[in-house]
């Protein structure tokens, strides 16, 4: 019994700490009209001030549905860092091609209605305390863009 009661508790606290995610800052996602995303319709998001000095890693996530009509879908984020001390802000801009069909045709997201997929941003030094806001739209030719479901933001602190 006392082994078993042992082997039980090895058991949860491997659990409970593989489950913890210390390096994950940020994770949300915004949500588009699924009938078409707008090109003038911008995505933001508010990241709160870090905890930390760090370099950080960036990704976005999407996810579409079969009503996307492109192999790719071009972003543009715009990010602006607002530093803790009150100094001058700092703005960057990245525009994202995001691959979302293989040359075979095949899908390279994950899932069977709607598709997953994780681009990387960039990487930043950001410092204790600065906080930055993301806006995300696409710049594709078509106005309205169907069969665009969710942009998402991860921030997670890259050891390096």
Not at 37 to 47: C, H, P, Q, V, Y
Not at 52 to 66: D, F, I, K, P, V
Not at 136 to 159: A, F, Y
Request: overall charge positive.
């Amino acid at each position: 019994m006392k082994r078993l009661i042992h082997f039980v508790f090895i058991l949860v606290a491997t659990i409970a700490f593989s489950a913890c995610n210390h390096a994950k800052v940020y994770d949300e996602y915004a949500h588009t009209p699924i009938a078409g995303w707008e090109k003038n319709d911008t995505l933001s998001f508010e990241i709160p001030p870090m905890a930390a000095t760090g370099y950080y890693r960036q990704s976005l996530g999407l996810r579409t549905t079969g009503a996307y009509p492109f192999t790719a879908l071009t972003l543009i984020v715009n990010q602006t860092i607002y530093p803790a001390n009150k100094g001058k802000r700092i703005e960057k801009t990245d525009t994202l091609l995001c691959q979302l069909i293989n040359q075979h045709g095949e899908n390279k997201g994950q899932g069977i209605s709607y598709y997953q997929y994780n681009f990387p941003i960039n990487i930043y030094k950001i410092n204790r305390g600065d906080s930055i806001h993301i806006a995300i739209r696409h710049d594709m030719k078509r106005e309205i863009l169907p069969g665009v479901s969710d942009i998402g933001v991860k921030i997670t602190k890259n050891d390096q």
